[in-house]
């Protein structure tokens, strides 16, 4: 006899016999729209070793599908961590996972082009999806403002070094 299953959307325990099928997704994912942010990033000089740039502010209960890079050649030199800090007052707050979704990202000698930045870290086509707190390794939702933050981990060397970085996400409102 075949097996019935159940996705994540269920309540149920996934065995055929079970007659309660609530549903259990929470307003986020099943109301959710995929949103877009697009950010720009043109520092007119060569951006110094432990530079941090704030890109854009997200909840902790957010689900970040997709970040997509395009930059120009940032020189001989240029790697960058992409990860999350918490927001903080102005913008300052205290890292959470530096490199959560990009480790030495390799800017230099070459051209991105919407290159998928999501799984160059630790992360892969299954991570997709979960909650930014889940993905940062915390056991349940601090209910804080985070930022999607680039952390250069070796300077760029072009001062005309530019970069576009698109975000598809679902809120978690």
Same mark, same amino acid.
């Given at each position: 006899? &075949?097996?019935? $299953?159940?996705?994540?959307? $269920?309540?149920?325990? &996934?065995?055929?016999?079970?007659?309660d099928?609530?549903?259990? &997704?929470?307003?986020?994912?099943?109301?959710g !729209?995929? !949103? $877009?942010?697009?950010?720009?990033?043109?520092?007119?000089?060569?951006?110094?070793?432990?530079?941090?740039?704030?890109?854009?502010?997200?909840?902790?209960?957010?689900?970040?599908?997709?970040?997509?890079?395009?930059?120009?050649? &940032?020189?001989?030199?240029?790697?960058?961590?992409?990860?999350? $800090?918490?927001?903080?007052?102005?913008?300052?707050?205290?890292?959470?996972? /530096?490199?959560?979704?990009?480790?030495?990202?390799?800017?230099?000698?070459?051209?991105?082009?919407?290159?998928?930045?999501?799984?160059?870290?630790?992360?892969?086509?299954?991570?997709r999806?979960?909650?930014?707190?889940?993905?940062?390794g915390?056991?349940?939702?601090?209910?804080?403002?985070?930022?999607?933050?680039?952390? /250069?981990?070796?300077?760029?060397?072009?001062?005309?070094?530019?970069?576009?970085?698109?975000?598809?996400?679902?809120?978690?409102?």
């Amino acid at each position: 006899m &075949a097996t019935n $299953y159940f996705s994540d959307l $269920y309540a149920g325990l &996934a065995t055929p016999s079970t007659l309660d099928m609530q549903k259990r &997704a929470s307003a986020g994912v099943s109301h959710g !729209r995929l !949103r $877009y942010a697009v950010v720009r990033f043109d520092p007119g000089e060569a951006v110094t070793i432990s530079s941090n740039v704030r890109l854009k502010q997200f909840k902790s209960g957010d689900r970040i599908n997709s970040i997509l890079i395009s930059c120009t050649d &940032a020189g001989t030199a240029g790697d960058l961590d992409i990860g999350l $800090y918490k927001s903080g007052a102005n913008h300052d707050g205290a890292v959470v996972d /530096a490199d959560v979704f990009a480790t030495a990202l390799d800017v230099n000698a070459a051209a991105l082009s919407q290159v998928d930045v999501f799984d160059e870290a630790g992360l892969d086509d299954q991570d997709r999806g979960k909650t930014l707190w889940e993905l940062a390794g915390q056991s349940s939702d601090p209910m804080e403002d985070w930022d999607l933050t680039l952390d /250069a981990v070796e300077a760029t060397t072009a001062a005309g070094w530019e970069a576009t970085i698109e975000i598809y996400y679902t809120a978690g409102d």
